[in-house]
């Protein structure tokens, strides 16, 4: 159960953060999402600004993964998730 939880907190995470990159996209064909995607974008700004302060979705994942059985992860959602697909291991300038 809390294996799926956590999944579903991961899918969730990730839908917000698509949410706030390219919700203005949506926000400009449907205005009612305006508001919604402007409070989005300024709570994944302030999170990321701020030292230290992290996502309560990403303690949540956490919380679901420990129960789990699984170790969860002490950085943020951005660094465990995003970063490995933009800079894989082992990627050098030669490459």
């Not at 159960?1 to 917000?16: D, E, G, I, K």
Request: proline share 5%.
């Amino acid at each position: 159960m809390y294996s799926f939880l956590t999944t579903l907190t991961v899918c969730v995470h990730f839908a917000f953060l698509l949410f706030v990159v390219g919700g203005g996209l949506l926000a400009r064909r449907h205005r009612w999402l305006t508001v919604p995607q402007l409070l989005a974008a300024a709570w994944g700004l302030y999170v990321e600004a701020m030292p230290g302060l992290h996502c309560p979705l990403t303690a949540l994942e956490n919380a679901f993964a420990t129960r789990a059985g699984a170790a969860g992860y002490s950085n943020t959602f951005i660094e465990h998730y995003i970063l490995p697909v933009l800079y894989p291991e082992g990627l050098t300038r030669s490459m």
